[in-house]
């Protein structure tokens, strides 16, 4: 079955048709940036001209960045604050014309992982870390979701959250080689073991692409594998969940 996959991210927002039987991408991805003031109306646009990009008529699953609960937004996260108690599945429901189910982004990547990716087959904590804007994570025990565990959301010294600090955005922002950005890092990925003692961290989002080059940096107490589908797993992950509700 070919379902549109979304991943809406507070930089860009991608999709691609997915193969739910497999999980391979069934199109070329399409890539629009996210609107500067990450706003409901600005976003709801973009995503419908992600929509229209495919000529797609059919259910949508959506990767969004923040937590979700029953489709509504529970936190802003990196968006404008408007997004705050919004039913995030009708916003995009409304602007499309079309039933469209929103999952948590780093959930959405979860679920690709776990179904289609190394996460296959893992059994105990597993937890999905992605990096981009901010950190998302998905929490997976004996594969099944434990839905909206942002760890990204932790507070760190001066920062709201910690994500602010070691996000891909932040290693941009602060202008930090990959060295500095990965002693952050290391920093995250400690915290995350005393918090929740995970078995396994699978790590996904924009600088898992850059995995091989900063490996040997990592200084993690707890095992750790790149997903295979790389930054393609919230578009996956995002169609499978969909899946999931039809």
């Given at each position: 079955m070919a379902i549109?996959?979304?991943?809406?991210?507070?930089t860009g927002m991608k999709g691609a048709l997915v193969d739910t039987e497999t999980g391979e991408l069934l199109s070329e991805r399409f890539r629009l940036d996210t609107p500067k003031k990450r706003d409901p109306e600005g976003m709801a646009q973009c995503f419908n001209e992600i929509v229209k990009h495919f000529?797609?008529?059919?259910?949508?699953?959506?990767?969004f960045p923040t937590i979700i609960k029953n489709g509504v937004c529970g936190s802003q996260g990196n968006?404008?604050?408007?997004w705050k108690g919004l039913n995030v599945s009708e916003v995009f429901s409304q602007e499309t014309g079309l039933p469209v189910i929103v999952v948590n982004d780093a959930d959405a990547a979860g679920?690709?992982?776990?179904q289609y990716g190394v996460g296959q087959g893992e059994m105990g904590l597993v937890i999905m870390i992605t990096i981009g804007t901010g950190i998302g994570s998905g929490a997976f025990f004996n594969g099944q979701l434990i839905p909206n565990v942002e760890l990204g959301q932790i507070p760190y010294k001066k920062y709201k959250r910690i994500e602010e600090w070691a996000s891909a955005s932040a290693k941009e922002r602060d202008?930090?080689?990959?060295?500095?950005?990965?002693?952050?890092?290391n920093k995250f990925l400690k915290i995350t073991d005393l918090l929740v003692a995970p078995d396994l961290i699978i790590?996904?989002?924009?600088?898992?692409?850059?995995w091989d080059s900063y490996e040997h940096l990592i200084d993690s107490p707890v095992h750790i594998k790149p997903a295979a589908l790389r930054n393609n797993?919230?578009?996956v992950g995002a169609a499978a969940a969909a899946l999931t509700v039809l």
């Open positions: 549109l996959g979304i991943d809406v991210g507070g000529d797609y008529k059919g259910p949508i699953g959506a990767g968006l404008h604050k408007s679920y690709a992982t776990m202008g930090l080689s990959l060295e500095q950005w990965a002693e952050r890092f790590l996904g989002g924009g600088l898992s692409k850059e797993a919230g578009i």
